[in-house]
């Protein structure tokens, strides 16, 4: 049987606000005199306009339509709901505020009728058929807020309009959004510096900050590497302020980091040249600010990675890692393979991945595949990217990033680490994890190549001064965007693309697994495409070693990661 493929899906985002009277169980609602859905009561709220944040878009639209006044300090976030419509491609992701405080009186405009209702008196057959499942609870606070919701329609008007195909709403996770200044257990914040100037669009951030906040990341906090970058902003400013914090590279960050950073100065050097100076420096600002932010952790990853789990929340994960005492966790990282040349989102579309080595079966199948990648590989890589996985970090005591990967901690602290990494000779911090870890889309579409190195461009041989960068994909990939031809799409196809059947064969042989719950979180759409089950044919995955073969480059380091496995006290 084969897999359906995936196509992103558009989502327009949207408000709606309810002005409120809590004590005395009133609410506001609107009849909609025209447009989409027409004839319904409904809250407030409507479309962002460009260049229009989330909560300005909420207060034009509560004027436009009932004439109230209010600003942002008395609307209240409280979740979000997705809608789909059958007979509609785009979804829409409509954000509900509470409204506590405003000026003026209600009255009629030409969009709505407001009129203020008891909560027992609500005429939810005259609403839009999701309400009767989640408004009246949400009223009362019987449900715990921030909720997320999903709800299909057979249609978005007329008859079918009233039937909700499928229906789920329920709090998002508890304990997940903290108010600022308190902190909970598990609160965690999700870092990461941005640019998509080049970029062919900002879809997958979109993704990335969506994915995250629904898998229970308490805040995310984008730096926006380039003022100019008017897509990202675009995308940052299409969620609640509370929850997706961001800062734009100029002077006023600057002074601030040069003030909060104990490692500016050894940095100042290469922010101008080198965006993993500014990254690390981003890194750490973070840090210092996520206690304030209420967050216990700090995970920062680029904007091509997912920490992925399979699992409805982040949240116990954290909370497992504090009772044990764990102030770092270090993830696995898998690569991504993409099976078609283009897509406007890798996030909601790729769900083939090459396994990290440490991850893949002992077995003499497995090694014909790693040996089928190292051998497509020019420098014979089996990852095109790097292996050393991701941490994430407890906040408030000290810790500062000693690189993109890894923190390092003041004495006597306890970090631990899911790569049974024989160069570390970690045995004792070693610790089996396989969920959560991390998902990388390194160039997962050949625009998102050439976009990936127009940003990079002419990138030094020594990272931040004195180290080398090895002979690799990445070194190639800069040489043949420099060439200007042809030569980046060769790559492609050589090296990074995966055809049908060898995708199989790879998923077969246990380098290779297609992981989906990303692409659902996303909500994306079947393809009409397919893509390969692990029925492989067999001439492919065992024509790779030959009898008798010595073991070469990260096949060593892949054998002796189950050795490290056996001599952790964690599996004794
Ligand atoms: N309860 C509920 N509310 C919905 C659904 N779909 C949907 O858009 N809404 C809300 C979100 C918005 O507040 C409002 C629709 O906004 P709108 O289409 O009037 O947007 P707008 O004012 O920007 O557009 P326009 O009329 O000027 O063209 O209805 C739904 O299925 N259920």
Redesign the pocket.
Known sequence: MAVRGFEAREKSV????YPRRPQQRLVLLGL?K????QG?L??????L?PGECLEDSAIR?LQ??CGLTADRDGLNWRGS?T?L?DTKPKA?E?NVFDLNMWKGEPEETE?MKPAWYGHEDIPLDK?????AYW?LQYLDEQMATPFVGR?R?KG?EGPD?WEVLEHSVAPLVPASVPRFGQSEPGAALLVSTVSFVDAPNARPLESFIRYHLRKGFARVMIFVDDPSDTATLDVVRRFPTSRVLYRVRGEDLLQAQRQHCASFKKLAGFIDKEVSARQLIDFEFASTLAPSLACRWILCLDSDELFYTSEDSIVPHFQMLESQDIHQMSYLNHEGVPEQPETQDYFATVSLFKQHQFAVPLTAKARSGLRFWMDRSKHGQYFLFYDNGKSACRTGFGATPSSQHLWQLPAGHKSCTALADPRRMDVEGFRECRDPCILHFPVCGVAWLYAKYKTLGAFPDKWLGNMPLDESFHKDAREAHLSHGDALSALFTEQVMLDSEQAAAQIACGTCVRLTEHVTVLDSVPAATTMPDSTANPALINSAVAQGDTLVGVERGWILSKAMGYLSPELQ
Do not use: C, P, Q
């Not at 949207?14 to 606000?17: C, G, H, N, V």
């Not at 609403?127 to 309400?131: G, L, N, P, S």
């Open positions: 949207l408000t709606l606000i909609k025209r447009g989409f859905g319904k409904n809250g407030f709220g409507g479309k306009e639209e436009e339509e709901l809608y419509y829409m409509v969009e609403m839009w058929a999701d309400d408004l709800f329609f978005h309009s």
